[in-house]
């Protein structure tokens, strides 16, 4: 009896899988397992990395010192102590927070996740509360 169950469990689930197949937040292609890129759309995102502006998260080509900001948070100082995105927000990064915030695709939810406290883990632990700025869609703190 419970070998049958486990068939139809794993019949069910094939089944669904061929008529609902996971496809890229991207572009659309079919992909491995949900949530996931295909190659592709993979290599277009781009992570943001240091060096960058202390206060704003701004990447810079290299390595300016430390201490060292951006013309926008000196020339306009924000109302935040500091920000960090996760990744450039290009066509797939903003394919998949269109498709998290309007299309209900929260298997984008975990990944997404993960990359921002990959981001922000510097910040997590000085941080007295962590907003959405709406100013730049950064998370700050």
Not at 109 to 137: F, H, K, Q
Request: charged share 20%; aromatic share 8%; glycine share 8%.
């Amino acid at each position: 009896m419970r070998a049958l169950k486990l068939f139809l469990n794993r019949l069910a689930t094939r089944v669904a899988e061929i008529l609902f197949p996971s496809l890229c937040p991207g572009c659309g292609r079919i992909v491995a397992a949900p949530g996931t890129l295909c190659v592709a759309c993979w290599q277009s995102v781009r992570f943001l990395e240091r060096p960058w502006c202390e206060v704003m998260g701004t990447p810079f080509p290299h390595d300016m010192g430390a201490g060292f900001l951006s013309a926008e948070a000196i020339a306009h100082p924000p109302p935040f102590q500091r920000a960090r995105s996760a990744v450039g927000y290009s066509d797939v990064a903003r394919s998949m927070v269109q498709g998290l915030k309007y299309r209900d695709q929260t298997d984008l939810a975990p990944w997404m996740a993960r990359w921002m406290v990959r981001a922000g883990s510097e910040l997590l632990g000085d941080a007295d509360m962590i907003v959405r700025s709406p100013c730049t869609g950064r998370a700050s703190s």
